[in-house]
């Protein structure tokens, strides 16, 4: 089997962190990053996605591209979101239509569908809730974040069914992915506990209403709300890198949606569909966990 090259664009994000650390290595992948930063121990091209003429030559000979580059805070005002998730979107699927890329993966997200949770949420949380969200549910994003990345999906679909270039294209509608330290799903509940009184939100805090601000001890109301939403949308770095392993080594996609997520017992997100059309077998399950790892007779099933 020949080595697919791979640019990645983003990559030191929390997704990024996780083919960093599940999928760079790997023989099969010889891997590029594209970011605005300089990264001495990766081959990096050093560019912002809403620069055209500057990201255009790192798409040269590449296989294929995951594009995960774009301003990811959820409570973005409009403006934040237009050069980096619309413009930066546009851009990278030109650059990668004008060389020639094959293959392209873009990083959606949940909040393409967020509208739902705030409709539905706490009760959504709760394994036997009735509500299943396939690829086919009417979109419903809760800001311009989860709007920008709709018109992501949107714009790949139009090019798949006008140009067919690139010949194959993948939106990933990504739930909970988090660093390292936090990937299990009292991570965010966790988060809360370590950051103290200090913290300032940054932009990669998920917010779905200011309740979950702040810190907060173990067992308090805000802790265990954070610890039932996690166990239903986490995407464990393990399951996030194997979705992203089954797209790039697809060859019958032309263009499809598929939904980011570990297989837990209470997601209201469809896996169906990623199981069915690209061999998707997440490992993780947030709902196995009855405490922290740190914390001291907590379990999970492997």
Request: net charge negative.
């Amino acid at each position: 089997m020949s080595t697919q090259r791979v640019l990645i664009t983003g990559p030191f994000g929390e997704a990024g962190e996780a083919l960093r650390n599940h999928l760079v290595g790997e023989d099969r992948y010889e891997f590029t990053f594209l970011d605005r930063n300089e990264h001495p121990e990766y081959e990096t091209h050093v560019a912002d996605v809403s620069d055209y003429e500057a990201i255009r030559p790192a798409f040269d000979g590449q296989d294929a591209v995951v594009h995960l580059a774009a301003q990811s805070d959820a409570g973005a005002d409009f403006g934040d979101v237009v050069e980096p998730n619309i413009v930066g979107t546009y851009n990278v699927l030109k650059a990668a239509q004008d060389a020639g890329v094959e293959k392209l993966v873009f990083a959606s997200s949940q909040r393409v569908m967020g509208l739902y949770e705030e409709d539905h949420a706490p009760e959504l949380y709760e394994e036997e809730y009735p509500l299943l969200l396939d690829h086919e549910s009417l979109p419903k994003p809760d800001g311009y974040y989860g709007a920008s990345k709709l018109f992501g999906e949107n714009i790949l679909r139009s090019h798949a069914r006008r140009d067919a270039s690139p010949e194959q294209m993948f939106s990933l509608r990504i739930s909970s992915v988090r660093t390292e330290r936090y990937d299990h799903p009292y991570g965010d509940a966790e988060r809360g506990v370590d950051r103290g009184d200090e913290h300032e939100l940054g932009d990669d805090d998920e917010v779905w209403d200011q309740s979950q601000t702040g810190s907060w001890e173990r067992g308090s109301e805000q802790y265990e709300r954070m610890v039932k939403r996690l166990k239903a949308t986490w995407t464990s770095q393990r399951d996030f890198a194997h979705l992203v392993d089954c797209c790039l080594q697809n060859e019958t996609v032309t263009y499809d949606t598929f939904y980011a997520v570990s297989d837990n017992a209470s997601r209201w997100f469809d896996t169906e569909h990623a199981k069915e059309v690209l061999g998707y077998e997440p490992k993780d399950d947030g709902c196995r966990w009855d405490g922290p790892p740190e914390v001291e007779g907590a379990s999970s099933e492997s």
